[in-house]
């Protein structure tokens, strides 16, 4: 018989962390369909309306409509093209992009930025099964992409856990670091119109590839960007000790006033270009620190779609 596995705290999260973060029951669901402020969570029954038997309604004819789904009728009678929709024949996909590449192994404050990030992605992939939605993800590690496609099964959701904490070890194998803006594109290909897409990041290399095709997809889905960092990547104390990678060793002490100015500018223009552009495109922006709770995220506040839940912990 194999010897357990150990893990440790704050750095690597176990599958058995994973699974006990399913939130309470009364968490059910993401709101329903359309373009809210917050996607705000609470017992709320996933809506969509497919290809059933029953009728809903008719509305003005959208890009990705099926033909077949016309209302020739309505059509002819208002000179405007109409779509049938009927009562829930599937569900909405939602989909997370996690990423847990080098630069999210590290971590100041109670723990590392990967193991914040693993959890709150195992938070949202239960409240979508939960809900009754198809759930899927990409997880972007040291050593590649990882992709889970859309199922509504607690099997495929302990197989998306168990891959995000075996990600997370320190072990992991490395090899080629998928850009940020690689995954989205992929994520891209497989999103209907309505998904929501959860984005769990520090986005350390943003930059205009990620703009980009976030723009493109704020088209077709409901997008909810979620900014993990730590204090030192919004601020370097000018007295400070060391950092490491395990490979090479940064002495802050040692920059200069212009270096750690820079690296602070960088962080916030950053979270400025971010939220500039969530607001452009109706995206949802949270950002949470390290020595954050993970749990605020399923109570956000009614706000602007730009609205922070950040917890910051400043050195």
């Not at 809903?56 to 789904?69: F, K, N, T, V």
């Not at 971590?107 to 239960?126: C, D, N, P, S």
């Not at 490979?247 to 820079?262: E, F, H, K, P, W």
Request: aromatic content about 6%; some cysteine.
């Amino acid at each position: 018989m194999p010897a357990a596995q150990t893990f440790i705290p704050g750095i690597e999260i176990a599958p058995s962390a994973l699974i006990r973060a399913r939130p309470d029951r009364a968490v059910t669901g993401f709101a329903p369909g359309g373009r809210v402020a917050t996607h705000m969570w609470g017992a709320n029954r996933s809506i969509f309306h497919g290809r059933g038997m029953e009728y809903a309604e008719s509305r003005a004819y959208q890009p990705g409509d099926e033909i077949r789904s016309i209302d020739w009728r309505l059509t002819a009678r208002s000179t405007t093209v109409h779509t049938k929709l009927f009562h829930e024949e599937r569900e909405r996909p939602v989909y997370l992009l996690l990423d847990l590449r080098a630069m999210m192994q590290f971590g100041t404050r109670v723990r590392f930025k990967a193991h914040l990030a693993a959890e709150i992605a195992a938070m949202l992939a239960w409240v979508g099964l939960d809900g009754g939605d198809r759930v899927g993800g990409f997880i972007l590690t040291r050593a590649g992409l990882l992709e889970f496609p859309a199922a509504r099964t607690r099997r495929a959701i302990l197989a998306f856990l168990h891959a995000a904490s075996e990600a997370t070890r320190l072990d992991h194998p490395t090899g080629t670091e998928p850009p940020l803006h690689e995954a989205m594109r992929k994520l891209r290909h497989v999103c209907r119109p309505g998904t929501l897409v959860f984005v769990i990041s520090d986005f350390a290399d943003h930059g205009p590839g990620v703009e980009q095709e976030l723009r493109r997809l704020s088209h077709r889905a409901h997008i909810t960007l979620i900014s993990v960092h730590d204090p030192l990547d919004a601020h370097l104390p000018p007295r400070g000790g060391r950092l490491s990678d395990g490979a090479s060793v940064l002495a802050i002490g040692a920059m200069s006033r212009a270096d750690l100015a820079a690296h602070a500018r960088a962080f916030s223009d950053r979270q400025a270009a971010l939220q500039l552009l969530s607001r452009q495109t109706g995206m949802v922006w949270h950002e949470i620190g390290t020595a954050g709770d993970p749990k605020t995220l399923l109570r956000p506040r009614r706000t602007t779609p730009t609205a922070r839940t950040s917890r910051r912990n400043a050195a």
